[in-house]
């Protein structure tokens, strides 16, 4: 298995453009995970999806931000319009039922300018 | 809500020291218990995870950890520390459902 794919590896934009981060999650695996990683806050949950349903998006920080997961190997997770605040790591990290532990992606690093 | 603490940000150790860095969550019941590491520049890696039975867990690289539940603690600790296990460690803790709780994580840092 190839693991968790995250697309893409980098990202740099500037304020005010749309950005669209990817995440392929294992397969098998029911629930997906959004992470967001700053020097300042830390790993941050953002949202969760089990069967493809959203189950908790208390993390997502404003409305700017927004997360699909369409079909069980493919979810987005959107922003817009972006700010320099947003810069960041974001991880997507999948899981299954009765697993034992997330798998994290590679992660992407959004720069905006 | 759960939460988890972890007792230093930051620690500086000479290679061949010993290691323990300590992970304390907020309230019991049944808890499953993880450490990731972090690799400069690379994604969140499981190290080890206690789940039931015996409460010092073996992980990868020579880690191990020891959970005490009347501490709310998951130690991790590590004989002898080399320059490679530079990186920084999570702790993180499930109690229901799927969702995990993260610490803020120690900073390691191993001169050679």
């Known amino acids: 298995d190839a693991g968790v794919i995250q697309s893409p590896r980098h990202e740099v934009t500037e304020m005010g453009q749309e950005v669209t981060l990817r995440c392929k999650p294992i397969?098998?695996?029911?629930?997906l995970f959004w992470y967001r990683q700053t020097m300042m806050r830390g790993l941050e949950l953002l949202i969760y999806f089990n069967n493809n349903v959203p189950i908790d998006d208390s993390g997502m920080p404003e409305d700017r931000f927004s997360a699909k997961m369409p079909n069980a190997s493919f979810s987005t997770l959107k922003i817009q319009p972006s700010e320099p605040r947003d810069s960041a790591v974001y991880f997507c990290a999948s899981s299954s039922t009765g697993g034992y532990g997330y798998t994290f992606g590679s992660g992407t690093r959004l720069t905006v300018v | 809500a759960q939460s988890v603490s972890q007792h230093n940000h930051h620690v500086i150790l000479s290679e061949a020291a010993s290691l323990e860095l300590g992970c304390n969550y907020s309230y019991g019941g049944t808890v499953n218990l993880f450490w990731y590491v972090q690799y400069p520049g690379q994604h969140l890696q499981l190290l080890l995870k206690?789940?039931?039975?015996?409460?010092l867990v073996k992980g990868i690289k020579g880690f191990e950890a020891e959970f005490i539940k009347s501490k709310f603690s998951f130690n991790l600790r590590k004989p002898s520390v080399q320059w490679s296990d530079t990186a920084e460690y999570f702790c993180a803790v499930k109690d229901y459902g799927q969702n995990f709780v993260f610490g803020p994580g120690t900073r390691l840092s191993v001169l050679p």
């Open positions: 397969s098998g695996h029911d629930y």
């Open positions: 206690y789940f039931s039975g015996d409460p």
